[in-house]
């Protein structure tokens, strides 16, 4: 890979045999993004105003979208644009079932992946404003039983450790994956005794959904949840501490409740044998609920919008519901660890930056649909993008237009 600028190639290159690359990968993404070009004229954007969310402005991005979803075969897209205490543009596009052509709105469900990590991270911040452990507690302090595959580390992990992707735990997603129906929470947990640690703590970014998700349980356990019922524990947990104060009212984990209401999305993912997008059934993606904590959560647009507003508001839902504190808050969007020269990663969150300003963000895949959150407290402004397309690049792409568009990039 490299970068072509004014008839000029920049080509980095390295050498490694493949497991060193698995280990290092983050390591060698700092390097690769560390070069400056002195042919591209850096922009500060830092000082900057952005312009008002107009509706020549907001036309101009929906014919972006319009666009891109063709170019990109994207079935269906939704999204919602916060400012302030208030959801300001919510809109979908294109269809939620490509068979019966149903449209996709603001309302429509979809699964948001990954992008339910931060969701995790508020509630355990909302237990430590509460002394039911802190973000410092070992883990062997909550569950006395957990282990990994080293012994020190065992002691030494933190609920904070849990959710950094900064512990040296590498990606072992397909592991899961195919074990995934007879995998239980308490079964989650228990598969990390067989983690080997790439790299040292706080040495690279290693991402880790087995971390997350037992995160997730571990904190309600210490909430009082039992042994053997973990799932249901932080199911629980999470309806009445984040979802219900946020009225996140249609956010659900329950495909039986999905399966209910009408206005959900069917997901579709890239066949690699025809070349094109094949429905995915739900009984597969239903294979993600043990990882409920890292990624398995329905929402729409409109319920994230709730969630932005609550972050923007540093912690204080659109109805004045006050949900974390905004000191715990806070500790979520410290950077953990370097992914690149620009981004770390906080606590379920990607702390990054747009020519100088704060964004904070994440994405989120499940074997048919993509999600992408964002958000920047400088400028007060927020957007989530929901698309029922694995992998679509769809979502980050709006994200990135709508910022070129505020600041006339």
């Known amino acids: 890979g490299g970068w072509l600028v004014d008839g000029t190639a920049y080509v980095v290159a390295f050498r490694s045999d493949l497991a060193v690359f698995q280990r290092r990968q983050a390591q060698l993404q700092i390097i690769t993004t560390g070069y400056d070009i002195f ?3 850096k922009v500060d954007l830092s000082e900057a105003e952005p312009l008002p969310l107009s509706d020549e402005l907001l036309a101009e991005l929906e014919a972006y ?9 994207v079935p269906g897209v939704a999204i919602a644009i916060v400012q302030g205490d208030e959801i300001v543009y919510a809109e979908g596009f294109g269809v939620s079932n490509l068979e019966t052509e149903e ?4 309302e429509t469900l979809m699964m948001i992946g990954s992008s339910t990590k931060s969701l995790t991270t508020m509630l355990m911040g909302s237990l430590v404003d509460e002394g039911v452990f802190d973000w410092d507690t070992p883990v062997v302090e909550i569950l006395p039983s957990f282990e990994v595959l080293d012994p020190d580390i065992t002691e030494q992990i933190t609920m904070r450790n849990l959710v950094c992707a900064c512990t040296g735990v590498p990606r072992r997603d397909v592991e899961w994956i195919f074990n995934a129906d007879e995998l239980t929470a308490e079964g989650v947990i228990e598969s990390l005794a067989t983690f080997e640690f790439f790299t040292d703590f706080g040495e690279a970014f290693q ?25 249901e524990a932080y199911v629980e947990l999470m309806q009445e501490r984040i979802l219900d104060p946020m009225e996140m009212s249609s956010s659900t984990f329950s495909f039986d409740e999905v399966r209910k209401e009408e206005n959900h999305a069917t997901p579709y993912t890239l066949d690699l044998l025809t070349g094109e997008y094949v429905e995915v059934p739900l009984e597969r993606e239903e294979l ?13 647009v409109l319920d994230m919008g709730n969630y932005l507003i609550t972050e923007l508001n540093e912690g204080v839902a659109p109805n004045g519901t006050r949900v974390i504190s905004a000191e715990n ?41 993509t999600s992408a959150l964002a958000f920047m407290p400088d400028i007060d402004i927020g957007i989530s993008v929901l698309t029922n397309q694995q992998g679509s690049l769809l979502n980050e792409a709006i994200r990135i237009r709508l910022l070129e568009l505020l600041f006339e990039q």
């Open 39 to 41: 042919a591209l004229e």
């Open 65 to 73: 979208i319009v666009e891109k979803m063709e170019e990109l075969e």
């Open 103 to 106: 449209e996709v709105t603001p």
């Open 207 to 231: 991402y880790s959904n087995q971390m997350v998700a037992a995160a997730g349980y571990i904190a309600a356990l210490a909430a009082g949840g039992e042994y053997g019922n973990l799932y």
């Open 288 to 300: 993600l609920v043990s990882m409920a904590p890292a990624g398995s959560m329905w929402s729409n």
């Open 329 to 369: 808050l806070a500790v979520t969007w410290e950077p953990q660890i370097a992914i690149s020269s620009e981004a770390s990663y906080g606590l379920g969150w990607i702390i990054d930056e747009y020519k100088g300003l704060r964004v904070i963000h994440h994405s989120g895949n499940t074997l048919g649909f």
